[in-house]
C-alpha cells in the first residue's frame, strides 16, 4: 500500500483449506511463526478479513498486531499492488498526501507539502502550532536539538504554512538523504523524549520479542540493513517515500523505506517509517505472501505483522495498552478493506 505504514497490513494463515492450497510444508511454517492456527480459504477469498492483537510487550513503548486476508492476485502481482497503491483513494484512511521519492532524492520532490498544511483542518493546525512553537530547548515533535534550532530560525512564531513548508521540507530531505546513503545507520534520534530515543533501536526491541516471527524473516531483514546482517549477503535496494497522514487527530510527517524480497513461490516484504514528525515514534510492517486457490479461484494469501512504537504506551497500564492494539486493528482493518477493493476497479 503506498506506504501506510503506519500503516499497512495483512496476514496469512492457515487451516484444512490452506492444506491443498500450500502444501504440509507452507502450513507447518504459517503455524509456526503467526497466531492463526486455522483459517477458511474460501471464506478469505470472499473478502473476510482475519486480526489478533498481540501479547502484551517487555518493551514499555511498543504493540503489535497481525491480519490476515486474501486478494483475487498472484503475490508477484499483489506486491506490485503494495508499491503502487494509493491511499490517498480512500478518505477513510486520512492520508493528506503520499509520495515517492527517487534515489537520490531532490529537494523539489519535497516543494509540494506546504499545499497540504490548511490551518482549516484541526489535525493540521495541531502541527503547524507545534512547529512554531518549537525552541532550540523544547519541542512536542520528533527532532535532534539541531533540527529544533534550525526549525525554530526557519519557521519561527508567525511562519505561514507556505513558509512552514519549506522548513519542514528542508528537515525531510536532510533526513531522506541521510538514510539513502547509509541506511538504519543514518536514522538520527529524537532529542526531546525523557531520553533520546532512536526510532530503529526501537523496531529491533520490537522484534527481539518475537523470536520466531524474526527468524522467519531473517534473510529479509538482514539484507535490509534493519538487523546485524550475515557476512556476505546482497543488500536490498528499497523503494523511499515521503507521507502526510493524520494519527491520533495530529497531522503527522513521516519518512519511509519498502523492501521487498522473493522467496521461492512467495514474497516477503518490510516497510519501515524511519521518521514520525510526532504523535508516535516508528511503525515497521512485515508481510509474507503466498499463493491459494480454492476450487477454480486463485489468489493470494497476506499474512501481515504490524509494530508500533509511542511515547503514551510508556505510562498505559496493561488494559489500556490492549485497548490501543484493538484501536490499531480496527485502523488497520479500514486500510485493507481500502487495498482489496481497489482490486475491484483494475
Known amino acids: 500500500m503506498k506506504r501506510s505504514v503506519i500503516f499497512l497490513l495483512v ?33 478469505l477469498l470472499e473478502g473476510e478479513i482475519l486480526s489478533q492483537r498481540g501479547p502484551l510487550m517487555k518493551f514499555p513503548n511498543g504493540i503489535s498486531s497481525q491480519l490476515c486476508f486474501a486478494v483475487p492476485a498472484s503475490p508477484a502481482e499483489t506486491v506490485k499492488r503494495l508499491q503502487s497503491w494509493d491511499a490517498k483513494s480512500c478518505p477513510s484512511l486520512k492520508v493528506y498526501a503520499s509520495h515517492d521519492l527517487n534515489d537520490p532524492c531532490d529537494r523539489n520532490e519535497f516543494n509540494s507539502l506546504y499545499l497540504y498544511l490548511d490551518p482549516g483542518l484541526r489535525p493540521v493546525k495541531w502541527l503547524l502550532d507545534q512547529t512554531r512553537n518549537t525552541s532550540e530547548r523544547a519541542s512536542e515533535l520528533n527532532l535532534t536539538q539541531i533540527e529544533a534550532a534550525t526549525l525554530a530560525r526557519c519557521a519561527g512564531k508567525n511562519a505561514d504554512p507556505k513558509s512552514a513548508g519549506s522548513c519542514w521540507g528542508d528537515l525531510l530531505f536532510a ?17 526531546f523524549d525523557i531520553a533520546p530515543v532512536n526510532p530503529i533501536a526501537h523496531v ?82 512485515l508481510y509474507e505472501i503466498w499463493p491459494i486457490r480454492d476450487g477454480g479461484r486463485t489468489g493470494s494469501l497476506v499474512w501481515s505483522d504490524v509494530l508500533c512504537s509511542a511515547p503514551t504506551l510508556r505510562f498505559a497500564t496493561g488494559i489500556e495498552r490492549l485497548a490501543s492494539g484493538v484501536i490499531m486493528l480496527l485502523e488497520f482493518k479500514k486500510m ?9 476497479t483494475r
Open 204 to 285: 529491533r526491541s520490537m522484534l527481539q520479542e518475537q523470536v520466531e516471527i524474526s527468524r522467519e524473516f531473517a534473510t529479509l531483514l538482514q539484507r535490509a540493513g534493519a538487523v546485524g546482517g550475515a557476512a556476505g549477503t546482497t543488500p536490498l535496494r528499497p523503494s523511499y517515500y515521503w507521507r502526510m497522514s493524520q494519527a491520533d487527530h495530529h497531522a503527522t510527517l513521516s519518512l519511509g523505506a519498502a523492501y521487498d524480497l522473493q522467496v521461492g513461490d512467495r514474497y516477503q516484504r518490510l516497510e519501515i517509517e524511519y521518521y514520525v514528525s510526532g504523535t508516535y515514534y516508528t511503525s515497521a510492517t
Open 11 to 43: 496476514i496469512i494463515c492457515c487451516t484444512s483449506g490452506v492444506r491443498a492450497a500450500l502444501g504440509p510444508d507452507s502450513l507447518s511454517e504459517l503455524k509456526r511463526f503467526s497466531d492463526f492456527q486455522q483459517i477458511d480459504v474460501k471464506r
Open 336 to 344: 485493507v478493506h481500502c487495498f482489496q477493493d481497489s482490486f475491484k
Open 175 to 191: 533526513r531522506a538523504q541521510g538514510f539513502q546513503r547509509n541506511g538504519f545507520a543514518g536514522a538520527l534520534p529524537y532529542d
